[in-house]
């Protein structure tokens, strides 16, 4: 089984950086995925590590520790648009099949 | 290209029918997975269907199931449904190859009375 951490909610400044992190204990780790979902629509991808360090994507970058079993997003030049919630999601390999397991989320709420 | 389309995008069933579920991919994708979101559990993985084949699946009982076509539509089917079973039902599509870009429908809302 899998258990996938993430801080509930995360109150940040327009224009300044916010680094949301996640903490995952798992087996058979085969990749992290981080997905932004507005209220009331779908998720949408961000970003997926499979390979230890950073992975610069805009102003998102997405940064794993396989060892640590940790990884966090970072949003520079925060904008109002950018308040959503952030899903982090890990695949894993269990009794012969890959599923992917995702957090809770991190509400994320930009002020002026 | 059009996007990943679900119908319906409401339903509203009683306790201990079933229902079906519907799910487009983007054209040229193979691979769909469906996942159960609710406040409390969040995004649960269901299955994943590739070629009409499942892949992947996740710890969901037997009551829910899956099948894919050849023109890779999906449908998801819950049968005796229970109260619990509400929730928004999505779908994600991606080529198949590189598993993790997926790209989510709208959901389907299911409420169950």
């Known amino acids: 089984g899998q258990n996938i951490d993430q801080p509930t909610e995360m109150t940040a400044t327009e224009g300044a950086i916010v680094q949301i992190n996640c903490t995952y204990q798992?087996?058979?780790?085969?990749?992290l995925f981080w997905y932004q979902q507005h209220a009331g629509e779908a998720p949408t991808f961000l970003s997926y590590?499979?390979?230890?360090g950073l992975e610069e994507k805009g102003r998102f970058s997405s940064f794993l520790s396989r060892s640590k079993g940790y990884s966090y997003l970072l949003l520079k030049e925060l904008q109002m648009k950018d308040s959503a919630s952030y899903l982090c999601a890990v695949r894993d390999q269990e009794g012969g099949y890959q599923k992917v397991t995702f957090g809770t989320g991190t509400k994320l709420q930009v002020i002026p | 290209k059009a996007g990943v389309t679900q119908t319906p995008r409401y339903l509203i069933k009683t306790r201990g029918q079933q229902v079906t579920l519907s799910c487009s991919p983007i054209s040229g994708h193979r691979s769909v997975s469906w996942y159960q979101q609710t406040p409390g559990q969040g995004l649960q993985f269901l299955f994943e269907y590739f070629s009409e084949t499942q892949r992947n699946k996740g710890n969901f009982p037997g009551r829910f199931s899956g099948r894919q076509f050849s023109n890779s539509r999906s449908e998801m089917n819950v049968s005796t449904l229970e109260l619990g079973d509400s929730a928004l039902y999505l779908c994600a599509s991606s080529l198949g190859d590189r598993y993790y870009e997926q790209y989510f429908g709208p959901g389907t809302r299911l409420t169950v009375t």
């Open positions: 590590n499979v390979l230890d």
């Open positions: 798992t087996s058979g780790f085969n990749g």
